[in-house]
DNA sequence: ATAGATGCAAATATTTTGCCGCCAG
DNA sequence: CTGGCGGCAAAATATTTGCATCTAT
């Protein structure tokens, strides 16, 4: 099947070198964009913390370096990540609850594959997806912005019983 | 980029051949399920409705046939069907608000394309993308029961001035 | 100086739960 | 008959908005 190695996905267990410190910070700035004290806690948490933070987490741990952080001021700041094309938002197919995660976006899309059983989320790239996108770009003419493709399923240790 | 004619996508604007009306109704009967009034209603609406249904629309289109038809029970339908695979959910990039759509889930997984400009979402199938998760399913050995793919972007009327 | 950001409170949106009476099988 | 289902109200969760104040530039 993936006879070619070019197409064997690399597993996900990397380090996110997409994201040394101080990029997101470098990036706004760059773009004219205020840097005040709560964005600069959040945008080091973001930039160093781990991968598929949600609103309610990033809250905590931005709150120890600036208590009176308001979670206003999160969804706010994530929005403007969003925008400006430096996160993506993730729901990971609903695996607890109907909350996002969002993480640092990097040079190259990777495939969240979800376990419904342990609830593991794997990250894995492929040059089949790479392609993949190229064609739909190619085909339906567009701009691509964001792409996101997420695997739900069982792994081998949680394999269903009943199918 | 798209030699292979057989790489080439297929545009989406087929007609859902997967729900020949009465099909849901078929599946969850066989799996023992009780098809209640409102079940029924629900699903004849599922089969046979527009893609992309949200719960306001699905209930407002419920409640012409039964005015007394409660949001609580399209919600507890629609896990029912997502559990027994039957429905897929997607959010859409969060095109227009956090909610969420459902469709039938057809033989065969397509792409959800679109586009932020205008909001409109094309549907397309790959032979890439059928590959993708066949390599997916084998190196990581996951037995894949959803796979989601979307992509934003702007298509070639909408294309981003400042890009 | 001032456009833009934050905090707080409240509003909105979306989904889930408890409970009781009802109905499909 | 009876266990699963639906309706209703309320709770829980998630996100957005209005407005006064503050601050980065």
């Known amino acids: 099947m993936s006879a070619n190695p070019a197409n064997r996905v690399s597993s996900g267990e990397r380090i996110n070198i997409t994201s040394e410190p101080g990029r997101l910070e470098q990036e706004l700035s760059r773009r004219g964009k205020r840097l005040t004290r709560q964005r600069r806690t959040l945008l080091r948490i973001i930039d ?35 925008r400006e094309g430096l996160v993506d938002e993730l729901d990971l197919l609903h695996l607890r609850g109907h909350q996002h995660y969002y993480e640092t976006r990097g040079p190259r899309d990777h495939i969240h594959v979800a376990c419904f059983g342990c609830g593991k989320v794997r990250e894995v790239e492929s ?8 064609q739909i770009e190619g085909d339906c003419d567009m701009q691509i912005t964001v792409a996101r493709m997420e695997i739900g399923g069982y792994c081998s240790r949680c394999r269903r019983p009943g199918l």
Chains 1, 2 share one sequence.
Do not use: G, I, S, W
């Not at 089949?128 to 190229?134: A, M, V, Y």
């Open 48 to 82: 160093t913390a781990p991968r598929h933070l949600n609103v309610e987490v990033l809250l905590r741990l931005a709150r120890r370096a600036d208590p009176r952080l308001n979670r206003v001021t999160v969804y706010r700041t994530l929005d403007l990540l969003k």
């Open 127 to 134: 040059e089949l997806f790479d392609r993949l996108k190229q």
